[in-house]
């Protein structure tokens, strides 16, 4: 039954992308996605988590894991940002009590945090300006691999805010766009401060709204030319999803779909129910612990590099 049932869904996405493929409607959402901060090389619609910390072994957020995702054909490699008390944005992942080395980031400057430790391949924690620089290089990145960069909801959610600021400003000075895509989490109070930024305002990044498919969150009308939906996979594939993945095409709504469980099987159950969609243009991505594992999956249903 279920399979029959993913026949039909399959079936419905590629009727859904016939229609919309050449739809004229600049204003409805995701025709711009492709125009803006389309890739110029070949990837994968793989987001590697943290930089694929858990299957290559390298420290999260690191620039050697921002390498490996690039070695292996991701399409982004995500990280996590936290302010600083200098007005940076430090590029890691917090402990459960959100500090980093010890400290409150938005407390410490980047060299008070740094001075503590470094990370156990002996690199300095990264700043968004070394991830950049990383990026922006061709000979480092000659495909131009793109970062999801996390937006964490501090429970004081200004620290979010000035968090995203200062990626900005150094996306900004460095015009690096193109290179640049914001993810932030399920947080309706966030979401409207996030408007209000020029990271939003300004439209040269693109931004997708982490969300359950249970959300209600559907409606076309309230996404705009630069944003996507990211939706948890045991919610988009469960038996009693409000919304599947070809509600979302259907509508014109580009999707993500998310899945960083700890075992390399979910990630390969992931691109076999998600593998339906995977050539629709309104599919941007799956997004997992284990990219290369998901990577020879595409692979070997016969798909090439976009």
């Not at 039954?1 to 050449?22: G, T, Y």
Request: charged residues 25%; glycine residues 6%; proline residues 6%.
């Amino acid at each position: 039954m279920k399979e029959l049932l993913l026949f039909a869904l399959s079936a419905v996405s590629l009727l859904a992308f016939s229609c919309i493929k050449d739809n004229p409607d600049k204003n409805k959402p995701g025709t711009d996605l492709d125009p803006i901060n389309k890739p110029k090389g070949n990837y994968f619609k793989v987001v590697s988590h943290r930089g694929g910390y858990k299957e290559s072994g390298a420290p999260e957020c690191s620039i050697q894991g921002l390498t490996y995702s690039k070695i292996i054909g991701c399409y982004a490699a995500e990280c996590d940002i936290v302010p600083t008390k200098d007005g940076k944005a430090l590029v890691c992942h917090p402990d459960g009590n959100n500090h980093v080395n010890g400290f409150l980031p938005y407390e410490k400057t980047v060299e008070e945090i740094r001075a503590a430790g470094k990370l156990k391949n002996n690199e300095e924690i990264p700043i968004m300006e070394d991830y950049l620089d990383y990026l922006c290089d061709p000979e480092k990145n000659p495909n131009k691999m793109k970062i999801w960069i996390d937006t964490k909801a501090w429970g004081n959610l200004s620290y979010t805010i000035d968090a995203i600021n200062a990626a900005y400003n150094a996306i900004k000075a460095r015009d690096a766009y193109e290179f640049c895509e914001f993810i932030i989490p399920q947080n309706n109070t966030l979401f409207g401060l996030v408007k209000q930024t020029d990271m939003f305002k300004e439209k040269k990044c693109n931004v997708g709204f982490m969300a359950s498919a249970t959300a209600g969150l559907l409606n076309p009308d309230s996404f705009e030319s630069n944003m996507w939906h990211q939706v948890k996979s045991n919610a988009i594939f469960a038996d009693n999803a409000v919304f599947a993945p070809v509600d979302y095409i259907s509508s014109s709504v580009p999707i993500s779909i998310w899945c960083c469980g700890t075992a390399e099987s979910e990630a390969t159950e992931l691109i076999e129910k998600a593998m339906p969609y995977y050539k629709n243009k309104y599919f941007k991505a799956m997004f997992v612990n284990y990219p290369k594992a998901a990577i020879n999956k595409i692979k070997a249903a016969g798909y090439d590099k976009e």
